[in-house]
């Protein structure tokens, strides 16, 4: 009641599109510890449910065509689970587009670490939000923690034609390769480009070996992946 009194007050911050499992105890797992970060920094969460490997492939989840992942050795296919979170977030995708406002789309797994300056979004198309830590320490920045866009540049994004010509990376590697060429202003091709490092910071992915995670890439990773969604 506090936050939402608080939201009632101030106004909400961003809407931020969090895509989950509702009936995967892996997934809520995480999302439980998750979203309160967002909450607490005044982002309203809008849950977006994850389409799944059950729904997959049978309309309407059936129009993105996927071509071998060739950005490593051996070439293969796209796992079950990868192929669903693309669906998953291009769904994220179009709510923000449908809106009429800006958003950001995160996985069940990333926890806001800082507060995000609103000047700094407004000044934006978009931008990497998220990241994963290396055994090193170092900072990688993943597409799929967490990205902010706006309404148009989520219809720029949904109108590409990569999703009906083939796609040959993860989602997280589609989008960051079709955003490469995009600046401040997707109207204003003059405009400085928009890092992709820069504000990686503000989200972290959580990843708790004991527990697991819901998605399967592949032999050539050691997977943390548990098809059941169960906690043992």
């Known amino acids: 009641m506090v936050r939402n009194l608080t939201l009632k007050i101030t106004g909400h911050r961003v809407k931020v599109y969090q895509i989950s499992i509702s009936d995967n105890e892996i997934s809520q797992y995480y999302r439980e510890l998750s979203e309160p970060t967002w909450w607490d920094h005044d982002h309203e969460v809008v849950s977006v449910e994850a389409i ?9 989840h059936n129009w993105i065509k996927f071509n071998k992942k060739d950005f490593k050795v051996p070439h ?42 609103k000047l700094l979004l407004l000044d934006l198309e978009w931008s990497l939000l998220g990241h994963q830590v290396a055994p090193t320490g170092r900072l990688v920045k993943l597409a799929c923690t967490a990205m902010y866009m706006t309404c148009p540049m989520a219809k720029w994004i949904l109108e590409q034609p990569i999703w009906k010509t083939g796609v040959t990376h993860n989602v ?18 003059r405009q400085p480009k928009i890092s992709k490092t820069k504000n990686i910071k503000y989200c972290r992915q959580i990843v708790h070996e004991h527990i697991g995670t819901t998605i399967e890439h592949g032999k050539e990773h050691v997977s943390l992946f548990k098809a059941d969604g169960k906690i043992k």
């Open 52 to 60: 799944t490997p059950a729904t997959e492939g049978k309309p309407p």
């Open 76 to 117: 293969r296919d796209h796992t079950p689970t990868e192929r669903s979170i693309f669906y998953s977030y291009l769904k994220a995708i179009q709510m923000i587009a449908d809106s009429g406002e800006s958003g950001i789309v995160c996985e069940h797994d990333t926890e806001l670490l800082h507060y995000i300056p």
């Open 172 to 189: 997280d590697g589609v989008l960051e390769n079709l955003l490469s060429g995009i600046s401040h202003d997707v109207s204003d091709p």
